[in-house]
């Protein structure tokens, strides 16, 4: 239990500013970070050294936010008034069937493409942050985003 104090003292300030860069919300930051934090504390004898322990921590907070927020967009929903102009629908509807294609490219890319992908365009991380969570370069990242991009764009075509 002390050494893993001595991971949260060390690491809590690196997981925060992560988190806050994917959900720029402090007290939301916060509190995803105190979770992740959590689920490592229960999940510690899986990780095995293959990464940075701080890599490990940041992916137990992204895909912790991740879930996070997917719930909070399902329980949100469309306010209602929004529902009740017929042209505001059919756009939405083709604004859905948009997605759905799009989730559909991007489903079909494969590691780490769709990682970077969603790391870059939902999460707004920079180069230098996903080359340092996938222990590459910042080039490695540009090229790799860009390579994703363009299998999106052949997947909608």
């Not at 929903?77 to 989730?103: C, F, N, R, S, T």
């Amino acid at each position: 239990m002390q050494d893993f104090d001595a991971i949260y003292s060390q690491y809590f300030a690196e997981v925060y500013k992560f988190v806050l860069s994917l959900c720029r919300d402090a007290a939301l930051a916060e509190e995803i970070t105190q979770e992740a934090f959590f689920k490592a504390l229960k999940n510690i004898d899986s990780f095995k050294g293959n990464s940075k322990i701080s890599t490990w921590l940041c992916q137990i907070a992204k895909n912790t936010y991740y879930t996070y927020s997917a719930k909070a967009a399902r329980l949100a929903g469309p306010p209602p008034e929004a529902l009740a102009d017929e042209h505001l629908v059919e756009m939405q509807i083709a604004d859905k069937e948009l997605a759905m294609q799009l989730y559909a490219a991007l489903h079909r890319l494969r590691e780490p493409y769709k990682e970077v992908f969603l790391l870059r365009t939902f999460g707004e991380l920079s180069y230098v942050q996903i080359a340092v969570l996938f222990d590459k370069t910042e080039s490695w990242a540009r090229v790799a985003y860009y390579r994703a991009k363009m299998q999106i764009r052949e997947g909608l075509e």
